[in-house]
Structure formats: C-alpha cells, structure tokens
C-alpha cells in the first residue's frame, strides 16, 4: 500500500478526530458483514478525504485565523463558499440580469462536475453494492429526517445512472449544497458506526495498534 504524505495524514488525523461531532450511530444488521472487509482502513482514508473536500467547498478552506474561511469559487472578482453562492442565487435570480445568469450558469456547471469529481472516489465502488449500503443510506436519512435527500435518491436510481441522476436532479446550488450536506453527514455517521474499519485505519496510518 503506498504512503501518505505526512501533511494529508496530519490532515486526516485532524480530520478523524472531529468525526463524532454530530455523528450518528447506525445500527443496521448489514454493518457486521461489511465493517473490517467492504468498509476497510483504506475506505476510511477516502472517506476522510471526501469529506474534507466536500466541507472546504461548503463553509470555505480553513485559515491561520480560526474564525476566518476563505471561498473557494470565484465569481466577478470575489471569491465564496457553496453556502454563499446559494445566497447569491437567490440574488441573481430575482435580478434577473442576462449576462449574470449566464456567467452564473457556467459556474453552476462547474461546480457541479467538480462536486462529481470529488465524490467519485466513494460513490462509484458502493454503486456496484448497492444492495449492502442502501440499508445504511436510509437508515442515516431516516434518522436525520432527510427522506427527501438526493444521497437517497442516488441510492435507488438503477446502477450505471447515478451520474445521470446527479446531472439531470440538481439544478441549482441548493441542491447541490443539501446533496453535499447529506453526503457529508452520512459519511460521518458510517465512519462513527464502523469500529473495525476505523481500527484498521489507525493501525495502517496512525501506528496504532
């Protein structure tokens, strides 16, 4: 298995450590099958991944100034957070303005892809398992009363169309940003929920035993 850069495992050891806060404990039948050989050391380092990436697009990178974030989209010259842009569709949509619009779109687009982009790494080993983590999916949205999540709906849309999904069901950053929301939560909650997995990854990356 090849080593992590010691600055992507201080991150993920940051990471991990925070993982509880809100987290979920998830109680179906399935995680004893799974937890320690599908859900591993190696799933839990992509898992940490994701959700780092994910939570910088949402609430911005993180600064020397604890209470400062920076955006990491930039629209006319500024830069935002998913969680502005949303703000700012809202704007621009009552505005109404032809140029903007258009501008405004070409980023949707973009972030959209990217949010594709950095979820792959976790979405396309489990949409061939489905069958395994749908049980977890529902359960994680059951529990939050998230019912109507897009994490949800991906889960059931027949394999080889969850992309398609994605590209035709979210159309605004809204969307995008209660996908990532759900996305983020669920990775929490499964991370809190699988003690074997977690215990591999501390012994592969963290020399613990």
Known sequence: MKPIKTIKLLLLVVLFSSVSINAIRLTAPILKR?????INGERVKEMLWVRKELVNRLDGHKTRNAAVRLGHYNFEDRT??????????KEIIKEANPDRLKTFKELFETVLEEFIKISNPFMEPISKMKALVLPLIKESCEKRERLDSYLLQWGEVKKGDEIKMIR????????IELFCDDLVNY??????????AVAQFKHEYLGKK
């Open 80 to 89: 935002y957070t998913l969680k502005e842009l949303v703000v700012l569709e």
């Open 187 to 196: 990775l929490q909650d499964i991370l809190n929920s699988s003690p074997k």
């Open 34 to 38: 799974i937890d320690g050989i599908f």
């Open 168 to 175: 035709e069901q979210i159309t605004t950053f809204a969307q």
